[in-house]
């Protein structure tokens, strides 16, 4: 049985155009837009998930995906960082900031380290596997987006911070005979019109 992950990127909102770790912020009118735009372009599948955060549930809903919400695609617990900018934090704390994005197993801000976020949205995955197959259309942030590539190829979590993911992109994990492949970030693009004939 094949089963396709699609990873959905969210809009961009407030808090990732500032650097600012997310505090829960609403998508902006822009985010909204672009992500309407781009609902033609996400191919469907029988059962979708968002992450709970509320970014990713008004992109699923402005892409209109009829998605449960999943708090195991949470995204990465910040603790007292939630709200601030890097800029903020790296300017008060630089130290701390170093070893949270050098020790996948730091968490300096009293949150979850990169560490047991891979395995949450590890297991998480993994439990896709035992279901029917098809595709599963996820709309989640870009840390939770990270530590599912870091966890179906095996990578090591020193590489999470290396892996960009863009909004509204689409990153598609297939799992078959035991083995995930991936597919990278592809923009969603709204359908552009039909080639013309010659």
């Known amino acids: 049985m094949t089963v396709r992950v699609l990873l959905i990127s969210p809009a961009a909102g407030p808090a990732l155009r500032a650097v600012r770790f997310d505090d829960d912020a609403p998508l902006d009118e822009a985010g909204v837009h672009r992500a309407r735009e781009a609902a033609g372009a996400l191919p469907r599948g029988a059962r979708a ?55 996948p197993g730091a968490a300096p801000h009293g949150g979850e380290p990169v560490t047991a976020l891979v395995g ?27 530590a599912a590539m870091v966890h179906a190829l095996g990578l090591p979590p020193e590489v999470f911070w290396r892996l960009d993911v863009a909004p509204l992109t689409l990153t598609e994990l297939t799992a078959r005979a035991g083995r995930w492949n991936l597919r990278c970030g592809r923009p969603l ?6 080639p013309e004939s010659a």
Not at 122 to 137: F, I, K, N, S
């Open 120 to 146: 949450r949205v590890g297991a998480w995955l993994d439990e896709r596997t035992a279901g029917a197959g098809g595709r599963v259309p996820v709309v989640a942030g870009p840390a939770v987006i990270r």
């Open 49 to 103: 998930y968002t992450a709970p955060a509320r970014g990713c549930r008004e992109t699923a809903a402005a892409l209109g995906l009829d998605a449960a919400p999943e708090p195991a695609l949470r995204d990465l617990e910040v603790g007292r960082w939630r709200g601030r900018s890097l800029d903020e934090v790296a300017a008060t704390e630089p130290q701390a900031v170093a070893a949270w994005l050098t020790d």
């Open 189 to 194: 693009q709204p359908p552009g019109p039909a």
